[in-house]
């Protein structure tokens, strides 16, 4: 009930489109019931009139049902098209609220499930319940009219015709009864396989670089080929279980047949039925049975329609992790007064990433994280805007607990630069601006300059307005990660993280950069990860963590002094061995 209910409520914007659908429909039923009634009454009647009188009142009847025919035109228009036009605006609707729940979930849900699955749910499963929704009401409504209208009018003609008609009509609803159990839970499946191979090609299409320099398009193309087979299986289910389904209808319906033309000559010949009254009943057989088939064929888009929005229902229930408290109140003022106290953190289902982290970083000090990789220190920086929320302890800004504090003003307070940088398809000035949608082209230019990649753009033939391809395909790594570094300069926010923030820049450029960086640290508070240790000599302090805990911390002199592994990977890098990280 709750997945009807869920789908019921896209209709309720359109419920002047729906009542107009259902009021045509209505209208299209009754037309189709009357014509057998024309005929039986011409046969009945008119047939023993007088050649001249039934001329005349034949070319009223004909007018009459050319103008019945004409509203019939209408509405079967009006169903057709402003009922598709319902479905797509609920199908729009549907899918503009499934991406805006997308962006309310938290880092957690995206790790745990594939892009090309999302996109999945996003496109072809709102196609078919789109498809349902427009034909689903229309396609019921309809054919229990005619069904039902048909079946009073063949009980006025003759009741025990009827009767046995009946039984065979209640013998296939419980034929589609059982089939469709079945179908229901191999349409659900076939969801779900199409959306792994989905999630296959968006996989590979994203990594198709790395399979080409490792020369793996096979590998590749044995992944998608058993992806592959594994929806085709899934779908020859479907169809086995289908076949059986609609050539067990087509029999029953034939045996409708059989039963109205043996029983139709046994009460012909008993005398209990005019011959011109089996030809209009054979007439609403036609009409009994149509509907019949309707539903039949509906119920393969109904069970494709309720997979779909059973798995888009799935993903509205889900609730976002990282939420704001009912009485959040936004950071204001900030001057970057951070500390950390007494915090752990686990990913779901691992053991603890961080245990017991304390350290406080005061306004406008600028801290470097170090240590070998996985120890931690990107999961710090996560924790601080809330993309995770700690398991244990608190971290607080301005002596606030973030999780007091509005997810929008504590993502404003705090600027990012991550190593892994990540460019929208648009133009240069677009991925620019995204760090202030309102910024005039003066501040975009100004915060170019500052991370010095404006010279380069002004030397391209469109400027700013260049296209950077997909994931900013057409930079190069140091020219991506300028554009992500003048994003946050733009920004221009209080504190600021910076995750290997100058780790795919060349030498000139990185020292370029770097003093860019060291100028917008002023008066900032600063957290940055390195491993190029050469770059972090002057932070205020360095915290060394490993394993999850703090190992070492102080100034660069000290950890030289202390001979610690701080001291070792910077005599290893001094030696000219680079550290992984």
């Not at 598709?84 to 899918?95: I, L, N, T, W």
């Not at 005619?146 to 079946?151: A, P, R, V």
């Not at 109205?260 to 046994?266: D, E, M, P």
């Not at 940088?421 to 005039?440: C, E, K, M, Q, W």
Request: proline share 2%; glycine share 8%; charged share 20%.
């Amino acid at each position: 009930m709750s997945i009807l209910a869920g789908f019921l409520h896209y209709y309720k914007p359109y419920r002047r489109l729906f009542y107009i659908d259902m009021a045509c429909a209505i209208i299209v039923s009754a037309i189709d019931l009357v014509f057998p009634q024309v005929l039986n009454y011409l046969t009945k009647n008119l047939l023993i009139a007088q050649t001249r009188e039934f001329i005349a009142i034949i070319g009223y009847v004909g007018a009459g049902m050319m103008l019945l025919y004409g509203v019939r035109y209408a509405c079967q228009y009006y169903i057709t098209t402003w009922g598709h036009v319902m479905g797509a605006r609920m199908e729009s609707d549907m899918r503009q609220d499934l991406f805006d729940h997308l962006q309310r979930l938290s880092f957690s849900y995206y790790d745990k499930n594939n892009t090309g699955e999302m996109m999945s749910k996003l496109v072809s499963d709102l196609f078919d319940i789109s498809e349902l929704a427009h034909h689903g009401p229309e396609n019921i409504f309809i054919s229990c009219l005619k069904l039902i209208g048909s079946f009073i009018l063949l009980l006025m003609i003759n009741i025990p015709m009827t009767l046995i008609l009946f039984s065979i009509a209640v013998s296939m609803t419980i034929f589609s009864y059982y089939k469709n159990k079945r179908m229901k839970i191999l349409f659900l499946e076939n969801r779900k396989r199409i959306a792994t191979v989905n999630a296959l090609v968006q996989d590979s299409l994203a990594g198709i670089r790395v399979i080409k320099s490792f020369a793996n398009e096979e590998i590749e193309q044995k992944k998608f080929r058993r992806g592959n087979l594994e929806f085709l299986e899934s779908k020859e289910s479907v169809y086995k279980i289908m076949g059986s389904f609609y050539a067990g209808n087509g029999l029953l319906e034939g045996l409708l047949y059989v039963v109205v033309l043996v029983s139709g000559g046994y009460f012909i010949g008993k005398g209990q039925l005019e011959a011109t009254d089996l030809a209009v009943y054979a007439l609403y057989i036609a009409i009994f049975i149509n509907p019949l088939d309707v539903l039949l064929n509906f119920t393969e888009q109904f069970q494709k329609g309720y997979a779909g929005f059973k798995r888009f229902a799935e993903v509205l229930q889900t609730q976002p992790e990282i939420v704001d408290k009912e009485a959040a109140t936004p950071l204001t003022n900030v001057k970057g007064g951070i500390e950390y106290r007494q915090v752990s953190f686990a990913y779901e289902g691992n053991n603890d990433v961080l245990n017991q982290v304390d350290f406080t970083v005061e306004a406008g000090k600028t801290i470097a994280l170090v240590g070998p990789s996985g120890g931690g220190k990107t999961t710090i920086c996560s924790l601080l805007p809330r993309f995770y929320d700690v398991t244990a302890g608190m971290i607080l800004i301005e002596g606030q607990d973030v999780r007091d504090l509005t997810i929008t003003s504590l993502r404003n307070a705090i600027g990012i630069v991550q190593q892994d940088v990540y460019l929208f398809a648009g133009s240069i000035r677009d991925n620019i601006a995204y760090g202030r949608p309102d910024a005039t082209e003066e501040e975009v230019i100004a915060a170019a300059q500052k991370a010095n990649i404006h010279d380069f753009i002004a030397s391209l033939e469109e400027g700013y307005d260049t296209y950077v391809g997909e994931r900013g395909i057409r930079l190069s790594g140091g020219q991506k990660q300028r554009v992500a570094i003048a994003r946050v300069f733009l920004k221009n926010p209080p504190i600021l993280i910076l995750d290997e923030a100058t780790s795919a820049l060349d030498n000139e450029s990185e020292r370029h950069i770097q003093a860019a960086l060291e100028e917008l640290a002023k008066q900032r508070t600063t957290i940055i990860i390195a491993h190029r240790l050469s770059t972090i000599r002057h932070a205020d302090e360095i915290i060394v963590i490993n394993d999850g805990q703090i190992q070492e911390c102080g100034n660069h002199q000290t950890l030289l002094a202390q001979n610690g592994l701080y001291a070792k990977y910077y005599n290893m890098q001094f030696d000219g061995l680079e550290i992984i990280d």
